[in-house]
T-cell receptor, first 118, second 116 residues
Framework: LAKTTQPISMDSYEGQEVNITCSHN???????ITWYQQFPSQGPRFIIQ???TKVTNEVASLFIPADRKSSTLSLPRVSLSDTAVYYC???????????????????FGTGTKLQVIP | DAGITQSPRHKVTETGTPVTLRCHQT?????MYWYRQDPGHGLRLIHY???????DKGEVSDGYSVSRSKTEDFLLTLESATSSQTSVYFC???????????????FGSGTRLTVV
């Protein structure tokens, strides 16, 4: 299993772009990189997922270099509501040819606590 | 999240008593998971299931057992609760990863368990 390392915490002012980097030196060929967001008293929520290069959705961008040993979650123009813990998750899909694949034995790290300051 | 519910949401129990937490999904996903979350430890996998009656241990499985008799239900049992099992427990289901942009887990809202 690929171990991930993230900063424990980050502070940012409202309106700024925030980049959170995750290291995963032992990432395997079949592993995907997925980021989650968790607010207090809630379960984590999926933000974005990628395998290589760049992925963008309406919430964030994910940058993955060619060696895939790290990834960077980019949140554009953060607001106070983006204050949360962000988790980087690396894991492989199983049984991709079927209709019911999923991760197995993937453990979340401690995440990065992002505090957005007014 | 819609499609996955946990019960109860809160529970206080005494040391030594058995406790069962329930996770129910309506998404028909094959994979279901139980995590616990504690300050300083993030989310740690307790057990997971890859089908009816098919389960396996995670990294912190001691003191816990699980059962899955139906696709939609995944039960977590603490046979004899201890204070070290005071935690927030999350159930999750997983989606097919090749469904681009939607792959990964969907989590329930959590169960806060206090063992006194």
């Amino acid at each position: 299993l690929a171990k991930t390392t993230q900063p424990i915490s980050m502070d940012s002012y409202e309106g700024q772009e925030v980049n959170i980097t995750c290291s995963h030196n032992n990432i395997a060929t079949n592993d995907y990189i997925t980021w989650y967001q968790q607010f207090p008293s809630q379960g984590p929520r999926f933000i974005i997922q990628g395998y290589k290069t760049k992925v963008t959705n309406e919430v964030a961008s994910l940058f993955i270099p060619a060696d895939r040993k790290s990834s960077t979650l980019s949140l554009p123009r953060v607001s106070l509501s983006d204050t949360a813990v962000y988790y980087c998750l690396v894991g492989a899909a199983l049984n991709q040819a079927s209709n019911s694949g999923g991760y197995q034995k993937v453990t979340f790290g401690t995440g990065t606590k992002l505090q957005v300051i007014p | 999240d819609a499609g996955i519910t946990q019960s109860p949401r809160h529970k206080v129990t005494e040391t030594g008593t058995p406790v069962t937490l329930r996770c129910h999904q309506t998404e028909n996903h094959r994979y279901m998971y139980w995590y616990r979350q504690d300050p300083g430890h993030g989310l740690r996998l307790i057990h997971y299931s890859y089908g009816v009656k098919d389960t396996d241990k995670g990294e912190v499985s001691d003191g816990y057992s699980v059962s899955r008799s139906k696709t939609e239900d995944f039960l977590l049992t603490l046979e004899s609760a201890t204070s070290s099992q005071t935690s927030v427990y999350f159930c999750a289901i997983s989606e097919p990863l090749w469904d681009r942009g939607r792959g990964g887990y969907t989590f329930g809202s959590g169960t806060r368990l206090t063992v006194v």
